[in-house]
């Protein structure tokens, strides 16, 4: 049963958004996603683009015909990942949010570094996409996932918009078999703390994009990457329990509950951090290299 609906999820983010950028740690990069600290990464902003730049070498591999591959990002936040990849590559990008906040500062963001000509973002459910928005080559979603009402829908949304042969690239939390009543009560509050309608096992994920009409291609673990043990978390480690256990999703603090929820789920290995990769069946869009590229800095 869904728990947050998609008016609920818009005004999370009409709420926080401005805190994340003012506070969280990618907030300089407009980035309200994790930063990884993968292969070849060696600062701070360099870990917050590490899923772009493994967004950007997908792109890379995909052979065009003529016209700039056109990328969607599915819950785009401020639009820095598209511009990201849009000032590294001859894209054309779309970005899609719930949030008229998040869409308000992502459009003043394209106009800022002058890609208006080939970026676009628009308020809107990447459940319920318009039909004028043209097919991708290439969407992703990262940390965006975990919020849709239901993963099959989801990913119906999906095959109209992705184009036969192309990916569609997940990041985000996923859940792994876990018998202790801790971890119930822990994913719990992440999920009520983070307004989270979605957490799923990897064979489900991976079942519900093949009912769907997508082939799996690849998963990468990023947990190893993050950073699970930080000052900042440990603050806030130690303040959780002072705040008690009022109606989180009506509260200011309820996403540091469910921050606080989600580093002792990673820290246990109830919950993952992932990157999968998809393709949607069919062969209009052929590939500049075979397979899906290794991890990379």
Request: net charge neutral; charged share 25%.
């Amino acid at each position: 049963m869904t728990r947050f609906d998609a008016a609920q999820v818009r005004r999370y983010y009409d709420r926080h958004t401005p805190r994340f950028l003012a506070f969280g740690e990618g907030g300089r990069l407009g980035a309200i996603h994790r930063g990884v600290w993968g292969p070849g990464v060696t600062d701070r902003r360099g870990a917050f683009h590490f899923v772009e730049d493994q967004i950007a070498g997908l792109v890379r591999r995909l052979a065009q015909a003529s016209e700039p591959p056109h990328v969607v990002d599915l819950g785009c936040g401020v639009g820095a990942s598209l511009c990201y990849l849009a000032e590294r590559l001859p894209v054309r990008g779309t970005g899609i949010t719930l949030s008229p906040v998040q869409a308000e500062l992502a459009r003043r963001g394209i106009r800022d570094t002058q890609l208006s000509d080939r970026l676009a973002c628009i308020e809107g459910d990447f459940c319920d996409l318009p039909e004028s928005l043209d097919p991708a080559d290439l969407a992703y979603a990262i940390e965006s996932f975990v919020h849709v009402p239901t993963a099959a829908r989801c990913f119906e949304s999906c095959h109209r918009l992705v184009r036969p042969g192309g990916l569609l690239v997940i990041v985000d939390d996923f859940r792994r078999p876990a018998a202790d009543p801790a971890a119930a009560r822990a994913i719990e509050h992440f999920c009520r703390g983070w307004h989270i309608n979605t957490l799923l096992q990897r064979d489900e994920l991976r079942g519900l994009a093949r009912a769907a009409g997508f082939e799996h291609e690849s998963t990468v673990d990023l947990t190893p990457y993050l950073e699970i043990h930080r000052l900042r978390d440990r603050l806030i480690g130690a303040l959780v329990p002072l705040l008690g256990w009022l109606p989180l999703e009506r509260t200011s603090f309820g996403h540091l509950v469910g921050g606080r929820a989600l580093q002792k789920c990673l820290e246990n290995g109830w919950i993952r951090y992932e990157m999968a990769v998809f393709r949607r069946l069919g062969s209009s869009i052929t590939r500049a290299e075979g397979g899906t590229p290794p991890l990379s800095g």
